[in-house]
């Protein structure tokens, strides 16, 4: 394994990815509420750019006692990366497939351990 700098912690915007190449591979660093999470930039479906997606807060929905939706919002607590591709949606925090038939699949983007030291961002990939 080795670790490389990816920027300061203050050079982050919530949300947006840093892209990072490393040899020929790419890996997109997160922030959200100041955590950070970092995928390869490839899609476990058929190696898209998963991570030059959107981020999409989670649509939720509350139901009314005679179990029709009642209220349609979106979460500002739970977003999911949109693969550009074919759309499949993946947990910010986990990488894993949203949806039962891609939980189904078990379609995970490929996590990378992230570190801070010292405001700085890191990433260990082997
Ligand atoms: S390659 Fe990502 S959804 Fe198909």
Request: aromatic share 8%; net charge negative; charged share 25%.
């Amino acid at each position: 394994m080795a670790t490389y700098k990816v920027a300061r912690i203050e050079e982050f915007e919530e949300l947006k990815p840093k892209l990072v190449k490393i040899g020929p591979k790419e890996v997109a660093v997160y922030m959200h509420k100041n955590c950070f999470f970092a995928y390869l930039n490839e899609c476990p479906h058929q190696g898209g750019p998963a991570c030059e997606g959107a981020v999409w807060g989670d649509l939720l929905c509350e139901l009314a006692s005679n179990k029709t939706i009642a209220k349609k919002y979106t979460s500002t607590d739970t977003y999911n990366i949109i693969c550009p591709w074919h759309g499949l949606e993946f947990d910010l925090q986990t990488g894993i497939a949203r949806g039962t038939i891609c939980s189904d699949m078990k379609l995970t983007l490929r996590k990378i351990n992230v570190s801070v030291e010292a405001g700085e961002v890191n990433i260990e990939v082997g």
